[in-house]
Protein backbone atom coordinates (compact mmCIF):
# COMPACT_ATOMS: atom_id res chain seq x y z
CA UNK A 1 0.00 0.00 0.00
CA UNK A 2 1.46 3.37 -1.01
CA UNK A 3 1.33 6.40 0.86
CA UNK A 4 -1.19 8.39 -1.08
CA UNK A 5 -3.68 5.24 -0.96
CA UNK A 6 -2.85 5.08 2.73
CA UNK A 7 -3.42 8.75 3.06
CA UNK A 8 -7.09 8.19 1.09
CA UNK A 9 -7.64 5.56 3.58
CA UNK A 10 -7.21 7.89 6.79
CA UNK A 11 -9.00 10.58 5.29
CA UNK A 12 -12.31 7.69 4.89
CA UNK A 13 -11.87 6.79 8.48
CA UNK A 14 -11.69 9.91 9.86
CA UNK A 15 -15.21 10.91 7.64
CA UNK A 16 -16.74 7.69 8.88
CA UNK A 17 -15.79 8.20 12.62
CA UNK A 18 -17.04 12.06 12.18
CA UNK A 19 -20.03 10.67 10.07
CA UNK A 20 -20.52 8.14 13.57
CA UNK A 21 -20.53 10.72 16.15
CA UNK A 22 -22.94 13.13 14.28
CA UNK A 23 -25.39 10.31 13.86
CA UNK A 24 -24.99 9.63 17.45
CA UNK A 25 -25.27 13.06 17.95
CA UNK A 26 -28.60 13.03 15.76
CA UNK A 27 -29.61 10.42 17.77
CA UNK A 28 -28.61 12.16 21.13
CA UNK A 29 -31.69 14.70 20.13
CA UNK A 30 -33.92 12.76 19.24
CA UNK A 31 -33.85 10.50 22.49
CA UNK A 32 -34.31 14.01 24.29
CA UNK A 33 -37.58 14.80 22.30
CA UNK A 34 -38.82 11.20 23.31
CA UNK A 35 -37.94 11.98 26.39
CA UNK A 36 -40.45 14.96 26.25
CA UNK A 37 -42.61 13.16 25.05
CA UNK A 38 -42.57 10.23 27.21
CA UNK A 39 -43.12 12.80 30.17
CA UNK A 40 -45.82 13.66 29.10
CA UNK A 41 -47.84 10.28 28.69
CA UNK A 42 -49.51 8.35 32.23
CA UNK A 43 -47.35 5.23 31.78
CA UNK A 44 -43.63 5.40 32.96
CA UNK A 45 -42.48 2.42 31.27
CA UNK A 46 -41.73 4.30 28.12
CA UNK A 47 -39.30 7.09 30.07
CA UNK A 48 -37.83 3.61 31.49
CA UNK A 49 -36.90 2.13 28.16
CA UNK A 50 -35.58 5.35 26.58
CA UNK A 51 -33.12 6.14 29.30
CA UNK A 52 -32.16 2.51 29.13
CA UNK A 53 -31.44 2.76 25.71
CA UNK A 54 -30.68 6.56 24.74
CA UNK A 55 -26.80 6.39 25.88
CA UNK A 56 -25.89 2.85 25.17
CA UNK A 57 -27.06 3.62 21.65
CA UNK A 58 -25.35 6.74 21.25
CA UNK A 59 -21.91 4.83 22.51
CA UNK A 60 -23.21 1.64 20.09
CA UNK A 61 -23.29 3.97 17.26
CA UNK A 62 -19.58 5.89 17.60
CA UNK A 63 -18.28 2.38 18.62
CA UNK A 64 -19.55 0.74 15.21
CA UNK A 65 -18.08 3.53 13.18
CA UNK A 66 -14.55 3.29 14.77
CA UNK A 67 -14.78 -0.48 14.06
CA UNK A 68 -16.26 0.08 10.23
CA UNK A 69 -13.38 2.82 9.95
CA UNK A 70 -10.91 0.42 11.17
CA UNK A 71 -11.63 -2.72 9.09
CA UNK A 72 -12.40 -1.24 6.15
CA UNK A 73 -9.98 1.05 5.20
CA UNK A 74 -6.97 -0.63 7.10
CA UNK A 75 -5.81 2.00 9.26
CA UNK A 76 -4.75 -0.05 11.82
CA UNK A 77 -1.19 -1.25 11.85
CA UNK A 78 -0.71 -5.03 11.81
CA UNK A 79 1.01 -5.34 15.97
CA UNK A 80 -2.66 -4.13 16.85
CA UNK A 81 -4.77 -6.06 14.11
CA UNK A 82 -5.77 -8.27 17.47
CA UNK A 83 -8.36 -5.28 18.31
CA UNK A 84 -10.60 -6.17 15.44
CA UNK A 85 -10.95 -9.72 16.63
CA UNK A 86 -14.48 -11.32 16.89
CA UNK A 87 -14.32 -11.86 20.47
CA UNK A 88 -13.53 -8.31 21.42
CA UNK A 89 -16.64 -7.14 19.44
CA UNK A 90 -19.08 -9.98 21.47
CA UNK A 91 -17.26 -8.47 24.73
CA UNK A 92 -18.36 -5.32 23.69
CA UNK A 93 -21.87 -6.22 22.57
CA UNK A 94 -22.23 -8.08 26.51
CA UNK A 95 -20.96 -4.99 27.67
CA UNK A 96 -23.94 -2.56 26.33
CA UNK A 97 -26.51 -5.94 27.01
CA UNK A 98 -25.36 -5.57 30.29
CA UNK A 99 -25.68 -2.03 30.66
CA UNK A 100 -29.55 -1.85 28.92
CA UNK A 101 -30.61 -4.75 31.04
CA UNK A 102 -29.35 -3.36 34.65
CA UNK A 103 -30.22 -0.23 34.00
CA UNK A 104 -34.01 -1.44 32.55
CA UNK A 105 -34.49 -3.18 35.82
CA UNK A 106 -33.04 -1.05 38.26
CA UNK A 107 -35.22 1.61 37.32
CA UNK A 108 -38.34 -0.98 36.68
CA UNK A 109 -38.21 -1.79 40.58
CA UNK A 110 -36.89 2.14 41.91
CA UNK A 111 -40.24 3.34 40.06
CA UNK A 112 -42.90 0.78 40.20
CA UNK A 113 -41.22 -0.95 43.28
CA UNK A 114 -41.62 2.00 45.49
CA UNK A 115 -45.33 3.16 43.56
CA UNK A 116 -45.97 -0.29 45.27
CA UNK A 117 -44.85 -0.11 48.55
CA UNK A 118 -46.59 3.78 48.97
CA UNK A 119 -49.84 1.70 48.88
CA UNK A 120 -48.74 -0.30 52.11
CA UNK A 121 -49.06 1.05 55.84
CA UNK A 122 -45.38 -0.65 56.74
CA UNK A 123 -42.01 0.09 55.56
CA UNK A 124 -40.32 -3.28 55.40
CA UNK A 125 -41.29 -3.68 51.91
CA UNK A 126 -39.16 -0.06 50.70
CA UNK A 127 -36.18 -1.22 52.50
CA UNK A 128 -36.96 -4.47 50.20
CA UNK A 129 -36.89 -2.67 47.35
CA UNK A 130 -33.69 -0.51 48.00
CA UNK A 131 -32.31 -3.87 48.65
CA UNK A 132 -33.02 -4.99 45.32
CA UNK A 133 -32.09 -1.85 43.30
CA UNK A 134 -28.41 -2.22 44.80
CA UNK A 135 -28.29 -6.22 44.20
CA UNK A 136 -29.98 -6.21 40.70
CA UNK A 137 -26.90 -4.18 38.92
CA UNK A 138 -24.49 -6.11 40.84
CA UNK A 139 -26.11 -9.50 39.99
CA UNK A 140 -26.23 -8.24 35.78
CA UNK A 141 -22.60 -7.26 36.18
CA UNK A 142 -21.56 -10.12 37.58
CA UNK A 143 -23.02 -12.53 35.05
CA UNK A 144 -21.84 -9.90 32.30
CA UNK A 145 -17.80 -10.05 33.85
CA UNK A 146 -18.19 -13.83 33.81
CA UNK A 147 -19.78 -13.95 30.23
CA UNK A 148 -16.95 -11.92 28.77
CA UNK A 149 -14.21 -14.06 30.41
CA UNK A 150 -16.11 -17.32 28.91
CA UNK A 151 -15.76 -14.88 25.30
CA UNK A 152 -11.76 -15.19 26.28
CA UNK A 153 -11.80 -18.42 27.00
CA UNK A 154 -10.88 -17.92 30.51
CA UNK A 155 -11.67 -20.62 33.45
CA UNK A 156 -14.46 -18.69 35.14
CA UNK A 157 -14.56 -21.40 37.57
CA UNK A 158 -11.95 -20.65 39.99
CA UNK A 159 -14.29 -16.83 40.56
CA UNK A 160 -16.93 -18.38 40.80
CA UNK A 161 -15.34 -20.41 43.90
CA UNK A 162 -13.93 -17.01 44.85
CA UNK A 163 -17.43 -15.22 44.54
CA UNK A 164 -18.79 -17.93 46.89
CA UNK A 165 -15.87 -17.72 49.87
CA UNK A 166 -16.37 -14.11 49.43
CA UNK A 167 -20.20 -14.56 50.04
CA UNK A 168 -19.78 -16.70 53.14
CA UNK A 169 -16.87 -14.35 54.42
CA UNK A 170 -19.51 -11.19 53.61
CA UNK A 171 -22.30 -13.26 55.06
CA UNK A 172 -20.30 -13.86 58.68
CA UNK A 173 -18.93 -10.53 58.86
CA UNK A 174 -22.08 -9.13 58.18
CA UNK A 175 -24.01 -11.44 60.15
CA UNK A 176 -25.23 -8.46 63.05
CA UNK A 177 -26.16 -5.90 59.95
CA UNK A 178 -28.60 -8.89 58.47
CA UNK A 179 -30.06 -9.50 61.51
CA UNK A 180 -30.48 -6.13 62.27
CA UNK A 181 -31.94 -5.51 58.95
CA UNK A 182 -34.47 -8.76 59.47
CA UNK A 183 -35.11 -7.74 63.13
CA UNK A 184 -36.20 -4.00 61.61
CA UNK A 185 -38.46 -6.21 59.13
CA UNK A 186 -39.83 -8.34 61.86
CA UNK A 187 -40.29 -4.99 63.85
CA UNK A 188 -42.12 -3.58 60.46
CA UNK A 189 -44.50 -6.27 60.38
CA UNK A 190 -45.27 -7.36 63.64
CA UNK A 191 -46.08 -4.29 64.47
CA UNK A 192 -45.41 -4.69 68.74
CA UNK A 193 -44.90 0.02 68.67
CA UNK A 194 -44.95 2.33 66.30
CA UNK A 195 -43.06 6.21 66.34
CA UNK A 196 -44.59 8.02 69.07
CA UNK A 197 -45.24 4.90 71.13
CA UNK A 198 -43.36 4.69 75.05
CA UNK A 199 -42.04 1.73 75.34
CA UNK A 200 -39.55 -0.44 77.60
CA UNK A 201 -37.00 -2.75 76.42
CA UNK A 202 -34.86 -3.86 79.05
CA UNK A 203 -33.81 -1.28 81.26
CA UNK A 204 -34.35 1.13 78.60
CA UNK A 205 -37.41 3.34 78.67
CA UNK A 206 -38.22 6.41 76.53
CA UNK A 207 -40.98 7.67 73.71
CA UNK A 208 -39.98 5.61 70.16
CA UNK A 209 -38.80 8.80 67.76
CA UNK A 210 -37.39 6.38 64.88
CA UNK A 211 -37.42 2.77 63.67
CA UNK A 212 -34.48 2.33 61.02
CA UNK A 213 -33.04 -0.44 59.15
CA UNK A 214 -30.38 -1.44 61.54
CA UNK A 215 -31.58 0.52 65.03
CA UNK A 216 -34.46 1.81 66.67
CA UNK A 217 -34.16 5.18 69.05
CA UNK A 218 -36.06 5.93 71.87
CA UNK A 219 -36.14 9.43 73.33
CA UNK A 220 -35.94 8.76 77.28
CA UNK A 221 -37.48 10.76 79.99
CA UNK A 222 -34.17 12.34 80.55
CA UNK A 223 -33.79 13.76 77.11
CA UNK A 224 -31.36 11.54 76.03
CA UNK A 225 -31.56 9.44 72.55
CA UNK A 226 -31.00 5.61 73.31
CA UNK A 227 -30.10 3.30 70.17
CA UNK A 228 -31.09 -0.01 70.54
CA UNK A 229 -29.96 -2.64 67.37
CA UNK A 230 -32.99 -4.03 66.20
CA UNK A 231 -31.62 -7.80 66.70
CA UNK A 232 -31.73 -6.96 70.63
CA UNK A 233 -35.37 -5.88 70.47
CA UNK A 234 -36.61 -9.00 68.76
CA UNK A 235 -35.45 -11.24 71.22
CA UNK A 236 -36.20 -9.04 74.36
CA UNK A 237 -39.76 -8.45 76.06
CA UNK A 238 -41.53 -5.07 74.83
CA UNK A 239 -43.76 -3.12 76.81
CA UNK A 240 -46.08 -1.05 74.88
CA UNK A 241 -47.36 1.81 77.31
CA UNK A 242 -49.48 3.45 74.37
CA UNK A 243 -51.11 -0.12 73.35
CA UNK A 244 -53.92 -1.35 73.19
CA UNK A 245 -54.82 2.24 74.00
CA UNK A 246 -53.23 5.29 75.76
CA UNK A 247 -54.61 5.13 79.27
CA UNK A 248 -51.98 3.77 81.93
CA UNK A 249 -53.59 2.40 85.38
CA UNK A 250 -51.54 4.19 88.37
CA UNK A 251 -51.07 2.59 91.62
CA UNK A 252 -50.69 4.95 94.91
CA UNK A 253 -49.81 3.61 97.89
CA UNK A 254 -50.99 5.10 101.24
CA UNK A 255 -50.46 4.62 105.15
CA UNK A 256 -52.04 6.00 108.27
CA UNK A 257 -51.40 4.95 111.42
CA UNK A 258 -53.05 1.87 113.54
CA UNK A 259 -56.64 3.19 115.15
CA UNK A 260 -57.83 4.72 111.89
CA UNK A 261 -61.35 3.89 110.53
CA UNK A 262 -60.44 2.12 107.90
CA UNK A 263 -63.55 2.42 105.91
CA UNK A 264 -63.21 6.26 106.42
CA UNK A 265 -59.88 6.56 104.71
CA UNK A 266 -61.03 4.58 101.93
CA UNK A 267 -63.93 7.14 101.63
CA UNK A 268 -61.87 10.30 101.74
CA UNK A 269 -59.60 8.40 98.93
CA UNK A 270 -62.77 7.84 96.62
CA UNK A 271 -63.54 11.37 97.24
CA UNK A 272 -59.81 12.93 96.20
CA UNK A 273 -60.07 10.71 93.16
CA UNK A 274 -62.98 12.00 92.13
CA UNK A 275 -61.93 15.66 92.83
CA UNK A 276 -58.87 14.94 90.56
CA UNK A 277 -61.07 13.48 87.93
CA UNK A 278 -63.24 16.66 87.66
CA UNK A 279 -60.69 19.24 88.21
CA UNK A 280 -57.51 18.40 86.32
CA UNK A 281 -56.98 17.00 82.81
CA UNK A 282 -55.21 14.09 83.82
CA UNK A 283 -57.42 10.91 85.15
CA UNK A 284 -60.46 9.62 83.46
CA UNK A 285 -63.67 8.04 85.26
CA UNK A 286 -63.65 4.99 83.18
CA UNK A 287 -62.70 2.35 84.54
CA UNK A 288 -63.86 3.95 88.27
CA UNK A 289 -61.22 4.79 90.71
CA UNK A 290 -60.67 1.82 93.56
CA UNK A 291 -59.75 1.62 97.14
CA UNK A 292 -58.39 -2.02 98.85
CA UNK A 293 -57.17 -2.02 102.33
CA UNK A 294 -54.11 -4.03 101.84
CA UNK A 295 -51.75 -4.99 104.56
CA UNK A 296 -51.07 -4.87 108.13
CA UNK A 297 -47.69 -3.78 108.19
CA UNK A 298 -45.67 -2.98 111.63
CA UNK A 299 -46.37 0.20 112.07
CA UNK A 300 -49.49 0.98 109.69
CA UNK A 301 -52.75 0.01 108.11
CA UNK A 302 -52.30 -0.06 104.27
CA UNK A 303 -53.99 0.97 101.40
CA UNK A 304 -53.40 1.31 97.95
CA UNK A 305 -55.56 3.65 95.32
CA UNK A 306 -55.64 2.46 91.92
CA UNK A 307 -56.92 5.57 89.44
CA UNK A 308 -56.59 5.58 85.40
CA UNK A 309 -54.29 8.48 83.69
CA UNK A 310 -55.64 9.96 80.51
CA UNK A 311 -52.36 8.95 78.89
CA UNK A 312 -49.33 6.63 79.89
CA UNK A 313 -46.86 9.80 80.10
CA UNK A 314 -48.87 11.47 83.10
CA UNK A 315 -48.17 9.44 85.78
CA UNK A 316 -45.89 12.13 88.08
CA UNK A 317 -48.61 14.43 87.38
CA UNK A 318 -50.88 11.94 88.51
CA UNK A 319 -48.82 11.07 91.65
CA UNK A 320 -48.68 14.89 92.74
CA UNK A 321 -52.03 15.77 92.13
CA UNK A 322 -53.27 12.84 94.63
CA UNK A 323 -51.07 12.89 97.10
CA UNK A 324 -51.27 16.37 97.83
CA UNK A 325 -54.80 16.35 98.26
CA UNK A 326 -54.44 13.30 99.97
CA UNK A 327 -52.22 14.87 102.82
CA UNK A 328 -54.03 18.41 102.79
CA UNK A 329 -57.10 16.24 103.17
CA UNK A 330 -55.81 13.92 105.75
CA UNK A 331 -54.39 16.81 107.64
CA UNK A 332 -57.92 18.20 107.98
CA UNK A 333 -59.39 14.61 109.13
CA UNK A 334 -57.22 14.46 111.38
CA UNK A 335 -55.55 11.20 109.51
CA UNK A 336 -52.21 10.44 110.96
CA UNK A 337 -49.30 9.45 108.50
CA UNK A 338 -47.22 6.96 110.79
CA UNK A 339 -43.20 7.00 110.28
CA UNK A 340 -41.47 3.50 111.05
CA UNK A 341 -40.87 3.30 114.65
CA UNK A 342 -40.11 0.74 117.40
CA UNK A 343 -41.31 0.11 120.67
CA UNK A 344 -38.54 -1.16 123.10
CA UNK A 345 -39.76 -2.10 126.66
CA UNK A 346 -37.07 -2.61 129.44
CA UNK A 347 -37.90 -4.71 132.06
CA UNK A 348 -36.49 -4.19 135.79
Known amino acids: MDFSTLGINYFYAFVTVIIGVGLALIVRGFVHWLKTKAGKTDTQLDDIIIAAIGTPLQVAIVAISLYVASTFFGVIPPEYQWILQTKYVTAFYIFLAAWIISTFLHDIIKIYGHRFAEKTTGDADDRLVGLLELVIRYVIWFIAIMAILS ?45 GDRIRVDTYYGDVIRIGPRSTRLKTLDYQIVTIPNNKITTNVIVNYAEPDQKLRITVPVS ?33 PKV ?16 WAKKYNLPDEVKDAVNTRIADRFAVEGIEIPF ?6 VKK
Open 256 to 288: VAYGTDPNKVKKILLDIAAEVINNTDYLIDDPP
Open 340 to 345: PQMEVR
Open 151 to 195: VFEINITPFLAGAGILGLAVAFAAQDIISNFFGGAIITIDKPFKV
Open 292 to 307: FFSEYSDSSLKFILYV
